[in-house]
């Protein structure tokens, strides 16, 4: 859990969170491979969303998902991006969080993951939380904090210190 002062300097910073849909590249499940092919090559991404007909995300896709049915041992086989379709290849297990998760979460999913997906309550596409953009706002935090508040160490009292002494003595047998 944070800190009072430490979470309502992040919600400062909280609008630039979420990358909205309208920003980021995205194909439909039903896509052939050769458009989503297309797409990966132009925008660069490491993956994107993959989304069905009512904007609800189904799926992430990356460029090795593409090509990897292309590859034979005999040749490439290029005819697949147009015979197959984004749904036959995409990820369909992946993370995502509501527009409405916690901070907490969201820091715990994003150790695993570049970036989440952002969904309302009905599943659809809201946009994406990125880690760089979340360490950009603790970076803001810590340059911040001392302009906002007075940062002071803690003081130990002697009951404290007793208590955390006898803790560190307590041994298993």
């Given at each position: 859990?944070f800190?009072?002062?430490?979470?309502?300097?992040i919600?400062?910073?909280?609008?630039?969170?979420?990358i909205?849909?309208?920003?980021?590249?995205?194909?439909q499940?039903?896509?052939?491979?050769?458009h989503?092919?297309?797409?990966l090559?132009?925008?660069?991404?490491?993956?994107?969303?993959?989304l069905?007909?009512d904007?609800?995300i189904?799926g992430?896709?990356?460029?090795?998902?593409?090509?990897?049915?292309?590859l034979t041992?005999?040749k490439v086989?290029?005819?697949v991006l147009n015979?197959?379709?984004?749904?036959?290849v995409?990820?369909?297990?992946f993370?995502?969080?509501?527009?409405t998760?916690t901070?907490?979460?969201?820091?715990?999913l994003?150790?695993?993951?570049?970036?989440?997906?952002?969904?309302?309550?009905n599943?659809?596409?809201q946009?994406?939380?990125?880690?760089?953009?979340?360490?950009?706002?603790?970076?803001?935090?810590?340059h911040?904090?001392?302009?906002h508040?007075?940062?002071?160490?803690?003081?130990?009292?002697?009951?404290?210190?007793?208590t955390?002494?006898?803790?560190?003595?307590?041994?298993?047998?």
């Amino acid at each position: 859990m944070f800190s009072p002062e430490v979470e309502q300097l992040i919600k400062e910073k909280a609008g630039d969170f979420i990358i909205p849909a309208c920003k980021i590249a995205i194909v439909q499940d039903d896509n052939p491979l050769m458009h989503a092919f297309l797409i990966l090559t132009k925008v660069r991404y490491a993956k994107i969303p993959v989304l069905d007909s009512d904007s609800r995300i189904v799926g992430l896709l990356s460029l090795a998902m593409i090509t990897d049915p292309m590859l034979t041992t005999q040749k490439v086989d290029t005819d697949v991006l147009n015979t197959m379709t984004v749904r036959d290849v995409m990820q369909t297990e992946f993370d995502k969080i509501l527009v409405t998760e916690t901070l907490e979460h969201e820091l715990h999913l994003l150790v695993d993951n570049a970036f989440l997906p952002v969904v309302d309550e009905n599943q659809v596409f809201q946009g994406i939380l990125t880690r760089r953009e979340l360490i950009k706002s603790f970076n803001y935090v810590a340059h911040e904090l001392d302009e906002h508040y007075a940062v002071t160490p803690k003081t130990v009292t002697l009951e404290h210190q007793a208590t955390h002494s006898q803790k560190q003595n307590i041994s298993v047998i």
